[in-house]
């Protein structure tokens, strides 16, 4: 069983991951990284550990359903089973979504249903409410709506800062997201044995 991780930035969800899966807790083969930035920190990092990278941009492919279409074929050329979504900053579209149902895991920084799309620590920091937290969930085809896997809570208190917040939501993310890969993947693997 193959998995790719999909991210767009500094890569330390993928670099939680990684170290998990190194270490043997979380099974399969991670066979790719994919990114979207071709000058992500990220990209090095995968580089560094000798983990196969691929990374182009929707602008070089001439627009999205081509760049999906293209992603859609480097997955079948890396036999990739499952998308793990680690700070990927662009909305799944219908090919990836039709040839992976169910098979697409994100993370989010915040107690979904609030505070979905690309600012969930400022948005919930801002609304100055006293908890926001991690939330994993499959990917459909709305903006961080797929069926919630886990969600785990942080408490904001007076005395956080955004970069407080930040800190411990990332703090979360790095302990959980490894821990629900293993459970999903060693489910899968069951299942097709």
């Given at each position: ?7 767009s ?8 991951i990684l170290k998990a ?8 083969k ?12 990220v ?6 550990q ?35 979504l ?13 040839a992976y ?21 400022e948005?919930?920091?801002?609304a ?8 994993i ?15 785990e ?19 979360v ?11 999903i993947?060693q ?7």
């Open positions: 069983m193959n998995f790719a991780v999909f991210a930035g500094s890569g330390t969800n993928f670099a939680a899966w190194q270490e043997k807790k979380i099974p399969g991670l066979a790719l990284l994919f990114c979207d930035q071709p000058t992500a920190p990209v090095k990092k995968a580089q560094a000798a983990i196969p990278c691929v990374t182009f941009t929707v602008k070089s492919c001439g627009g999205k359903l081509a760049y999906e279409k293209k992603i859609l074929a480097v997955l079948k050329e890396y036999q990739v089973d499952w998308l793990v680690a700070g990927y900053m662009r909305i799944v579209g219908s090919p990836i979504l039709t149902p169910q098979k697409i895991i994100n993370i989010h920084p915040a107690l979904l249903p609030n505070f979905p799309g690309l600012h969930g620590i948005d919930a920091f801002a100055g409410v006293s908890k926001t937290g991690v939330t969930h499959y990917v459909d085809s709305g903006v961080d709506t797929g069926p919630v896997i886990c969600q809570a942080v408490t904001i208190t007076s005395e956080d800062t955004l970069a407080s917040l930040a800190t411990k939501i990332h703090a993310e790095h302990r959980i997201y490894p821990q629900v890969l293993q459970k993947f489910e899968a693997e069951e299942q097709n044995d």
